[in-house]
């Protein structure tokens, strides 16, 4: 948009407002297709901020115990690495602190899906082809999608600046803007990737990992400086969402930090339009090579494998990295001012029963476990995926059994989630330094909730096929549970609907079996329910 | 002679949409079989039943002997499906696949499967969506041609060729039947492709099956248009079982004939003395426009439209 206006402004007007011809049609098209998933992440983002203060007042009810906190959290290293630095001690302040950055990179996630959605994958699947045959301009495809993660984006501002608004409106707005703003980065990020790579899946992967850089970034740069009072360092500054905490809402904010956003905004929708208009529909910068001319793939589980590797190895990389930077993290916690029984609270049951330590890490094991339910659903709904697409059709045309096609990426799945919570363990213990044993315990333990989403996944898609895809659903409740579960002192019986409520906390807590059995046993039904399902119903086509 | 596959009574419902209505089908081994029907007729149902990715609500079914739900792995051993919509892995070239659907099925022949390669003119070294429709067409094609089989399902299998893959799709769809004694179940909208290759064929309409048997047997069951210039005034030509349309200017006669009451027809005219007479056979477009027809049972309407489509 910005970008669109800077980049036709020397061309005659009739040529730029051609390139754009069709564009609100499309933006209505894609509005319409996104008309749930838009507004459930909107109302997610919305959730967890919207949730802090009442929380946050009732843990520190008054403003000596605020600042106490305040203080410790500003004087932590882990702390500030993984929320950033406090700036204030109000209400409104400690809610920016604790839930900015993750307001942010949920905005940015919702932002990318979004432009990717409606760019590469429109070109990947051939529609786009159709639509741009009609009166639709060159650019419109592009600005379309921008202009829909903009509508999300300005949603989740507008909603976030009118709820916390009591806190102080000026607050209110600097944090929704930057928030908002931060899922514009991302979405002309994506707009870039989406150039370069032929695959949508590929080009979420990137965008995320470039997401995933920009956290680490900003977690070690606010790890490392000392906290109130000096300025962020370098690192920080390198990362979007280090510019979203400096933005410093309710705490004399900087508006100036929000031109930073316009400015990255603009270069890279510059940098977008510049490449999309050097190319050709279909194709992209870099395009797939010839493969061989004959292959040496020969089963279903081969196949399910040569289509799983990609992104099994990702999340491996990812959850290796994301380990030790959490491990690093952890050091740290130990210098935490232990004078505050109510911080020493909201940690241990963020995840512990004994030890700060201890604690800190079996919070870092349980986040890792919840996103590797992301992982297991994603996986498990390759099946789905294949299923749809035809893809499933002429295999299973071939000699091969349902149960022995479901049986390839299911290994995957129910394998690579093993494999991808050993490896955070394993980097945890590096980033940590050392006693390996406890932490790949406590990582292994969080499998049989792992398992049991992506049991249940299996359930939706062998009985219900077409309500597959509410598996994310389901994943999702479990990690906003399990997310502002603790902070939100939510009652044991919600609490307990997420699989993750059942384990034991570790390490640091005694090790229980019998929860851990019993998910073990669940999943494992699931599972056989699911595969009954497959065997018995028709394919879908 | 064996069957390869039999279906008869085949129902199947998908909520509340009937889509196979007592079905019947009958394949030999060895033979051709065309499998005919406006869209949304049934085809791609009943070949997912004999294939055993849908299950039948009821009737019965057989492939090779076997039941295409309970038996599947075990007999698509010996069958290789050609979809009308190929679609490939994104990250796959076309080469693998081939080899990797050989490898699922009973095997596939080098020498075949590179000779397929070269007359379908076919690139195996690109990948998934980097290939036409055609030409992912020819990638399941070739997979299905070198595969090591006894039955070949082919679902509009040439859609997207140009005329001379077609050529080449019909010498190996001839070869497999007459020099392998493969049996071929083709779907099929293009007319000369069923007619130079089938042995005989089935039309289904709405579920059912219409008509069936070879083409000269299905001809019979249509109407030939005769022009004649005769000698004398005709005589009783109304009255003949038989006789639609009957148009008489003077000595000119024009009439359509149920194919099977041909005969009575010339006699009459002969009995008048024939000065010219012009037989036109019925065209096989005219056939199959008469049962895809929406009320074609009742005929004259159908074969009315088929003459008017035919005549443009």
């Given at each position: 948009m910005t970008a669109a206006v800077a980049d036709t402004r020397f061309a005659p007007r009739a040529a730029g407002a051609r390139q754009l011809a069709g564009t609100g049609a499309l933006v209505r098209l894609a509005l319409r297709r996104d008309r749930v998933m838009i507004p459930v992440w909107v109302a997610v983002i919305l959730m967890m901020v919207l949730s802090m203060p009442g929380s946050l007042k009732s843990v520190y009810s008054t403003a000596a115990e605020r600042a106490d906190i305040a203080q410790s959290m500003a004087t932590n290293s882990s702390m500030r690495a993984l929320y950033?630095?406090?700036?204030?001690?109000s209400i409104g302040g400690l809610t920016a602190w604790r839930i900015g950055v993750y307001g942010g990179l949920f905005a940015a996630v919702m932002s990318l899906l979004i432009v990717v959605r409606h760019t590469r994958d429109e070109e990947e699947s051939g529609r786009q082809e159709l639509v741009s045959s009609?009166?639709?301009?060159?650019?419109a495809p592009l600005t379309a999608a921008l202009l829909a993660a903009l509508v999300a984006d300005a949603a989740t501002a507008l909603l976030v600046a009118g709820g916390l608004a009591s806190q102080g409106g000026g607050g209110a707005l600097a944090l929704g803007l930057a928030i908002a703003a931060t899922g514009m980065v991302f979405a002309t990020m994506a707009a870039i990737v989406a150039q370069l790579t032929e695959s949508a899946r590929l080009a979420k992967g990137l965008t995320s990992a470039v997401l995933g850089l920009a956290f680490v970034l900003r977690a070690a740069g606010d790890s490392g400086t000392s906290g109130s009072g000096g300025g962020s360092s370098v690192l920080t500054w390198l990362s979007p969402l280090g510019w979203l905490e400096n933005t410093r809402a309710f705490a004399d904010?900087?508006?100036?930090?929000?031109l930073l956003f316009v400015a990255g905004v603009a270069a890279q929708g510059a940098a977008a339009y510049g490449l999309a208009g050097r190319r050709d529909i279909g194709?992209?910068?870099?395009p797939s090579r010839p493969g061989p001319a004959?292959?040496?793939?020969?089963?279903a589980g081969a196949l399910a494998w040569r289509l799983q590797r990609g992104s099994v190895f990702g999340w491996s990389a990812g959850f290796l990295v994301a380990g030790i930077a959490f491990g690093g993290m952890?050091?740290?916690?130990?210098?935490?001012?232990?004078?505050?029984q109510k911080t020493r609270d909201i940690i241990e049951r963020m995840g512990?029963?004994?030890?700060v330590t201890d604690a800190f890490l079996a919070t870092m094991v349980g986040m890792l476990g919840m996103v590797a339910a992301l992982y297991i659903v994603s996986s498990v709904l390759r099946l789905s995926g294949e299923e749809t697409s035809q893809r499933a059709e002429p295999v299973l045309a071939a000699a091969v059994g349902r149960l022995r096609w479901a049986a390839g990426h299911l290994a995957i799945a129910f394998g690579g989630a093993a494999l991808i919570m050993v490896l955070g363990g394993l980097g945890l213990g590096i980033g940590y330094g050392g006693n390996f044993g406890p932490v790949l315990g406590a990582c292994l333990t969080q499998l049989a909730a792992i398992w049991v989403i992506g049991g249940l996944a299996v359930l939706l898609f062998g009985v219900f096929p077409r309500a597959a895809v509410a598996a994310w659903a389901v994943a999702g409740i479990a990690l906003l549970i399990g997310w502002i579960g603790p902070a939100f002192e939510l009652p044991q019986p919600v609490m307990n609907l997420?699989?993750?409520?059942?384990?034991?906390?570790?390490?640091g807590g005694e090790m229980t079996w019998t929860p851990v059995l019993i998910l073990l046993a669940i999943a494992a039904v699931f599972v056989a329910a699911g595969l009954t399902g497959l065997r018995r119903r028709d394919l879908s086509n | 002679m064996t069957k390869a596959m039999t279906v008869s009574e085949l129902h199947k419902s998908f909520g509340r949409t009937?889509?196979?209505?007592g079905l019947d089908l009958d394949v030999e081994a060895g033979e051709v079989h065309g499998f005919l029907g406006p869209n949304g007729a049934g085809k791609s149902t009943t070949i997912r039943v004999l294939l055993g990715l849908l299950r039948a609500d009821s009737g019965a079914v057989q492939l090779l002997g076997g039941d295409p739900w309970a038996d599947a792995v075990a007999l698509h051993r010996k069958v290789a499906y050609v979809p009308g919509d190929v679609t490939l892995w994104r990250n796959l070239s076309g080469g693998e696949v081939i080899d990797l659907y050989g490898r699922l099925r009973g095997g596939l022949d080098k020498a075949r499967r590179a000779d397929l390669i070269e007359r379908f003119e076919l690139d195996p070294t690109k990948k998934g969506r980097a290939y036409s429709k055609g030409n992912r067409q020819k990638v399941a094609l070739v997979a299905a041609f070198a595969s090591d089989v006894d039955v070949l399902i082919l679902d509009?299998?040439?859609?997207?060729?140009d005329p001379l893959m077609e050529e080449v799709f019909q010498e190996y769809v001839k070869e497999a039947a007459r020099e392998r004694g493969r049996t071929v179940l083709l779907s099929s909208h293009i007319l000369s492709e069923v007619e130079s290759l089938c042995d005989r064929i089935s039309i289904i309409r709405k579920g059912r099956t219409v008509e069936t048997g070879s083409l000269s047997e299905l001809r019979h069951l249509t109407r030939t248009s005769v022009t004649a210039e005769l000698a004398s005034a005709p005589n009783g030509l109304a009255q003949?079982?038989?006789?639609?349309d009957l148009d008489i200017q003077g000595l000119r006669v024009k009439l359509q004939v149920d194919s099977d009451k041909l005969d009575a027809v010339l006699r009459s005219l002969t009995g008048s003395g024939v000065r010219s007479l012009a037989s036109t056979p019925p065209t096989l477009e005219e056939l199959f426009l008469r049962h895809y027809?929406?009320?074609?049972?009742?005929g004259t309407e159908g074969a009315r439209a088929a003459e008017g489509a035919v005549s443009r």
């Open positions: 950033g630095p406090v700036f204030a001690d009609a009166m639709v301009g060159r650019r904010e900087r508006w100036w930090v929000l194709m992209s910068f870099l004959s292959g040496r793939l020969g089963t952890t050091q740290g916690a130990t210098d935490l001012v232990g004078d505050n512990g029963q004994s030890g997420s699989p993750f409520g059942h384990l034991p906390k570790l390490p | 009937r889509a196979l209505d509009e299998p040439t859609s997207g060729l003949l079982p038989g006789v639609h027809q929406d009320d074609g049972a009742g």
